[in-house]
């Protein structure tokens, strides 16, 4: 749930609106980022813990669909969200998972998972170490990725 884009990508209001309750006049430059519609409790239980088997829940099915956005929505979305993207992206996390189990390293502390705020994200301590195993192994690697800023 830690989206790469952080940026807020910033639209025009074309009519005047409500959004939760508050009024939004037409013309109004109004933007969220993904990594606050990708915490919602309401589509989301306990978003802020890595739990991959919230996908699996049959509840909030719809609240999900709509909160997660990774790769924007509408007609300014990402390219090749519905084809390409999304179909590589799901073959890949089902053979990753399928393989190996994954958790976050125990010396990784909160303030490195912070994200570092630019147009793409990043954790905040510019490194991500994540503990694999394989599933039908006694074998635990640990995998180093770094990431620069």
Known sequence: MYPTIVAILPRV????????GLHIPKGTVV???NYTIHRSERAFHDPD??????????KNVDARKEAFVP???GPRRCIGMKSLAQMELSKLIAAF?????????????PEEMRIFDSFNAGPA????????KEKHSEAEAP????IQH
């Open 71 to 73: 790769f924007s929505v």
């Open 97 to 109: 998972f399928l393989r190996f189990n994954a958790t976050i390293d125990p010396s990784m502390r």
């Open 31 to 33: 933007g969220t980022q």
């Open 13 to 20: 209001a074309k009519k005047d609106t409500i959004v939760a």
């Open 143 to 146: 995998a180093t990725i770094t």
């Open 49 to 58: 813990n890595f739990l991959p088997e919230r996908w699996l829940d049959d």
């Open 125 to 132: 301590g510019r490194r991500l170490l994540i503990r694999l």
